[in-house]
């Protein structure tokens, strides 16, 4: 199994409470790690559930504050970028669905895979975008 990729200060973006967030989601994916070490095949299920169930709450309230910044910010792809948080939430979506007809291993594995793809080119990518419209004192 793959380990999830941990927090790095290269994927700050420059604004405070986004990337204390941001820094968040990494730390929640990284629970479904601890899946593994559970012996009950069922307690791994709902450990898992929970900690997708957690991901998404967190994810769709990071969203929420990061679009209210772009708007703040009259940020001019806002509506591209808001697509993208949409389709991100469908996968975590998708994810969770496949946990009762899933092996566990191959869900943890799965999140490493959104992790990597999702959260790190989405952080480096886009939301570096917006980095570079946030003025100094904002």
Request: aromatic share 8%.
């Amino acid at each position: 199994m793959n380990k999830l990729i941990k927090w790095n200060d290269k994927f700050l973006i420059g604004h405070k409470a986004i990337d204390k967030q941001h820094k968040k989601l990494f730390e929640i994916a990284q629970e479904a790690n601890s899946v593994l070490e559970i012996n009950d095949i069922k307690q791994q299920e709902e450990v898992l559930k929970n900690v997708l169930k957690e991901l998404y709450d967190y994810v769709e309230y990071h969203f929420l504050a990061e679009e209210q910044l772009m708007e703040n910010l009259e940020y001019r792809d806002i509506d591209k970028h808001k697509e993208l948080h949409k389709h991100i939430l469908d996968e975590l979506n998708a994810l969770s669905d496949e946990i009762s007809h899933t092996k566990l291993s191959e869900i943890i594995e799965k999140l490493s895979d959104f992790v990597q793809i999702v959260f790190v080119d989405h952080i480096t990518i886009e939301d570096q975008k917006i980095s570079d419209t946030i003025p100094k004192s904002f």
